[in-house]
Each structure stands twice: as C-alpha cells, then as structure tokens.
Antibody, heavy 122, light 107 residues
Framework: QVQLVESGGGVVQPGRSLRLSCAAS????????MHWVRQAPGRGLEMVAVIWFDGTKKYYPDSVKGRFTVSRDNSKNIVFLQMSNLTAEDTAVYYCARDFCSDSSCYLPAYWGQGALVTVSS | EIVLTQSPATLSLSPGERATLSCRAS??????LAWYRHKPGQAPRLLIY???NRATGIPARFSGSGSDTDFTLTISSLEPEDFAVYYCQQRSRWPFTFGQGTKVEIK
C-alpha cells in the first residue's frame, strides 16, 4: 500500500534553513506528482508546494515563494522540501502527499504521510 | 485567491446521527472540490473528490454534492471514527486552498 514517511523536522532558529524529506513506497513514484501541505498550530491546512511527476513543473503560494524549494529524486523515491529564511509563521506540521493522478497532476493530495513537526524558535 | 468558508465551525452530534457539512467558495470552482477527514495525530484522508466521487475504500455513508460555489458533505450515520475535523479543498485555481475546517464532536 502507499506509504509516505517524512523526516528532517525539528527546532530551527529564525532565519535559518531546514530540509524535509519524504520517502515513498508502495507505488511507482516516478509516475505521480507530490505535494507538501502544512498545518500551523490551531490553524487549517495550507498547500506550500507541488511538483509534477517528472519535476518539470513546480508551484508555490506567495507565502513561501522564493524561500521554499521542492525537488525530487525519482531514482530513490524521495521528495524534498528545502526551506530557507524561516520565520515563526513557518512553524507547522508538514505533510507530504501523493497526487491522485498519474503522469500529470490533478493537484489533489490523495495519500498523506503522518507529518513532520517544524518549530521555528530562538 | 479562492477562499473556502466552512460551516458550522463545530457540529455536536451522537453516533448514528446524520451530519451535514457545508463549504462555500468565494468564486466558482466548478466541481473541483474535495473533502478530507483529519483525526488528531493521523494523516488526513481523502473522502470525496470532484464534489461527489467517493475515493477508494470510502464507505457509502459519505456522500458529496454541489457545484460552482456551494458544496455539502453528508455522513448518513456517524460511526465512532467519524468524529474528527473535515476540510474541503479546491483545485480549480492556484493556489489550491483549503477551508478552515468543521469539527464533528461527540454530543
């Protein structure tokens, strides 16, 4: 079955960087787009990055554009989220999710990991 | 940015009762509306996509309806595992946004 395991979360100081990883198994990783979605404490969900199955298209909301970079290694079935210039507002649980559609993107997170907590604090 | 407004914020019901959740979009999203269930400490689960299609493995007690700006998720008879937070999400226009959630709690 589809399994997604995030890692790399932790406590980081404001202004510093952090890289999250998401290891995928149970499906043909190179066929599916991937998402990163976060949930800040007491708040709802926010999609912060989307990457197509082949890495050719990437999307970011204005809140993270220029600071976050999504990438993937289809040979190792891993998707990454590189986060820089972090602020307290980036404190959240970060989920990776697999798209519903193969060979393109439906922009529909269908299968989710358990999440990784990122805390930005001095 | 398309804003999704969910109502009510909290729904207090008993097991076996019917739950009706609403999601309203600030502009038309056609039928590109999904629903998720999120239990604390767990991964969110896709329930409904494209307004009315049940995702794989989702029981028939979950149904979705609506189009354009007004959508409804109905749970015909609440099971213990259904007490959770429910989110709607639109994929009509980037950024693909979520509603703020409706919490279904045990009365």
């Amino acid at each position: 079955q589809v399994q997604l395991v995030e890692s790399g979360g932790g406590v980081v100081q404001p202004g510093r960087s952090l890289r999250l990883s998401c290891a995928a198994s149970g499906f043909t990783f190179s066929n599916y787009g991937m998402h990163w979605v976060r949930q800040a404490p007491g708040r709802g969900l926010e999609m912060v990055a989307v990457i197509w199955f082949d890495g050719t298209k990437k999307y970011y909301p204005d809140s993270v554009k220029g600071r976050f970079t999504v990438s993937r290694d289809n040979s190792k079935n891993i998707v990454f989220l590189q986060m820089s210039n972090l602020t307290a507002e980036d404190t959240a649980v970060y989920y990776c999710a697999r798209d519903f559609c193969s060979d393109s993107s439906c922009y529909l997170p269908a299968y989710w990991g358990q999440g990784a907590l990122v805390t930005v604090s001095s | 940015e398309i804003v999704l407004t969910q109502s009510p914020a909290t729904l207090s019901l008993s097991p076996g009762e019917r739950a009706t959740l609403s999601c309203r979009a600030s502009q038309s999203v056609s039928s590109y509306l999904a629903w998720y269930r999120h239990k604390p400490g767990q991964a969110p689960r896709l329930l409904i996509y494209d307004a009315s299609n049940r995702a794989t493995g989702i029981p028939a007690r979950f149904s979705g309806s609506g189009s354009d700006t007004d959508f409804t998720l109905t749970i015909s008879s609440l099971e213990p595992e259904d007490f959770a937070v429910y989110y709607c999400q639109q994929r009509s226009r980037w950024p693909f946004t979520f509603g703020q959630g409706t919490k279904v709690e045990i009365k």
